[in-house]
């Protein structure tokens, strides 16, 4: 089997997809994108495109391996997100020739079904429990949200409470039928993530989540010593060597990889088995498409230290198309109960709709993330 061509289109609402074609008449799909630098991952994926035509795709290793090593300059989301959409569209090839799942593939399923989480938006307490109390009705029982604006190095106490009412309206309208995350998205620099961080911890949250940028994990150390709820991060790191002194320095107590940009199943498979050896859990990141959550869901499937997956149903990024728009089998990620089978169909275990993906891709996008800034009229992080 070769590969003979490979096909990206730049869909809504931020998310690019990866068809790679096989001699043999089977075809694999990935999700390579950045939020927010699709074009830069396209352009990426197509610098691959000579090294893959002709190659057999069900060398899946020897391929991550010439993509990653074979270029003196490496790593970074850039690269690793390329390398992911193109590890996905491999893994889904060899699934569907020997016609198994993919999680067959790499020890088999150690798990019946997954639990989920769905996002909640809005800022006034009001939106938010009503918000949560939709979703539990329709049989969520986790969520996150983010928990603060912009928030300079030192900042208000004003913008604290209003993250505290936030939380309180959920518990106070579900108590602890509904377990919260509560993501910091790296907004917060450490003086302030110490005092957020214990002042959250009267909710008894799931977790908190980039309490501060990955390139200042050592924060970690400090505001650790100022909360008992567990400390997630990962999702700006993008490959093994990028976890491995967070791993050693022990402050994290879930992760958070993302498996379009750490390098795809092979690279997350690999990171996750790491983080068992340290007695961490997984929780892939995955705010993104169908495709993406199908590679997650292959990986959770087989990896005990998985613990719960992310997932963009109604998200508040999905605006003109939503994560089931794009499959023919829309069924394959209902969940009931804040969990979801795991699928049984071969590859990634979903059908994509390429007419409807062709259809989109006419439209295209260029979302991007907006330009905050603090009080001051300095740049925030968004």
Known sequence: MKITKINLYTVPPRWLFLEMETDAGITGWGEPVIEGRAATVKAAVEEFIPLLIGADPRNI??????????????????????IAGIDQALWDIKGKSLGVPVYELLGGKCRDRLRVYSWIGGD????????????????????????????????????????CDRIASIRDALGFKMDIGVDFHGRVHKTMAKILARELDQF?????????????????????????????????????????????????????????????????????SMAEAFDIAVAPHCPLGPI?????????????????????????YNKGADLLDYLEDR???????????????????ITVNKEKVIEAAKTGHNWKNPLWRNFDGTVAEW
């Open 61 to 82: 290793e020897d391929l991550w391996q010439a993509m990653y090593r074979g270029y003196f300059y490496r790593g970074g989301p850039v690269i690793m997100s390329a």
């Open 331 to 349: 069924e394959v990620f209902e969940f009931q109960n804040g969990f979801i089978n795991i699928p049984e169909g071969p590859g990634l275990g």
């Open 204 to 272: 008894r949250l799931m977790f908190i989540e980039e309490p501060v940028l990955p390139e200042n994990n050592e924060a970690l150390r400090e505001i650790t010593k100022h909360t008992a709820t567990p400390i997630a991060t990962g999702e700006r790191m993008f490959s093994r060597w990028d976890f491995k002194q967070l791993f050693i320095d022990g402050y994290a107590d879930i992760i958070q990889p993302d498996l379009s940009h750490a390098g795809g199943i092979s690279e997350v498979k690999k990171i996750a």
């Open 124 to 163: 006034r307490p009001e939106d938010v429990r009503n918000g949560a109390l939709k979703l539990y009705e329709s049989g969520c029982t986790a969520v996150k949200l983010n928990g603060t604006e912009e928030m300079h190095y030192i900042d208000s106490f004003e913008k604290i409470q209003a993250v």
């Open 292 to 316: 993406a959550l199908a590679a997650c869901v292959q990986l959770d499937a087989c990896t005990p230290n998985a613990v719960i997956q992310e997932q963009s149903l109604g998200i508040h």
